[in-house]
């Protein structure tokens, strides 16, 4: 019973220290458990690396497209070069003094600035103008097509009688149909 009494610790101790080291192995077990998946993950990532720069080769006639990359690569670094030999300074060159942007900021207009010139919203306009123009004159023209009484004399008994019979439906709808008897539910 000494002995006993000796090892266990007083007031409970030991069962937090119990606790906290099973706490600490189940923790483990799932972090060597994700490390574990993320080993396999990677090598399924590689396989699938593979495969697509496969696909691209293939697809591109046999090049290589670590080389067709590189070509470009090559080609913007020298273009940046030349831009850099040019105005003197990196093609990606933005000032970061606050000043600057602070003084951007002041004489910043408040209103939305045009998208067109005068003279650009002139020919939008005009070409829009011919449009109607020509629009109306197709529909004149159909609708002389569609009517028999089209082009014949004002004098003419048949379209003198055909007007007559149109001004009375349109006064007839004007007795049946009040003004501002629409939808009255608002």
């Known amino acids: 019973q000494a002995s006993a009494s000796v090892d266990a610790p ?13 706490e600490r192995t189940a923790c483990v077990a799932v972090l060597r458990a994700a490390y574990v998946k993320g080993l396999r993950a ?32 090559e080609k913007s670094v020298t273009e940046a070069e ?24 002041v004489f910043r207009p408040s209103h939305t600035l ?15 103008m011919i449009k109607k123009q020509q629009d109306e004159a197709e529909r004149a023209k159909q609708k002389a097509l569609n009517d028999p009484l089209h ?17 009375r439906h349109w006064d007839d709808w004007k007795d049946d149909n009040n ?8």
């Open 151 to 167: 082009g014949r004399d004002s004098d003419d008994e048949e379209v003198v009688h055909r007007k007559t019979l149109e001004a």
């Open 42 to 73: 990677v090598d399924l990532l590689c396989r699938e690396k593979e495969m697509l720069l496969f696909a691209i080769r293939e697809e591109r006639g046999g090049r290589d497209p670590a080389e067709t990359a590189k070509a470009a690569l």
């Open 82 to 105: 030349a831009a850099r030999a040019k105005t003197g300074r990196p093609a990606n060159y933005v000032i970061q003094d606050p000043r600057f942007t602070a003084k951007d900021k």
């Open 10 to 22: 007083a007031d409970g101790e030991g069962e937090k220290a119990f606790d906290e080291e099973l």
């Open 179 to 186: 003004r501002g008897s629409g939808n009255t539910l608002r």
């Open 114 to 128: 045009p998208t067109y010139t005068v003279e650009e919203w002139g020919e939008i306009e005009y070409g829009m």
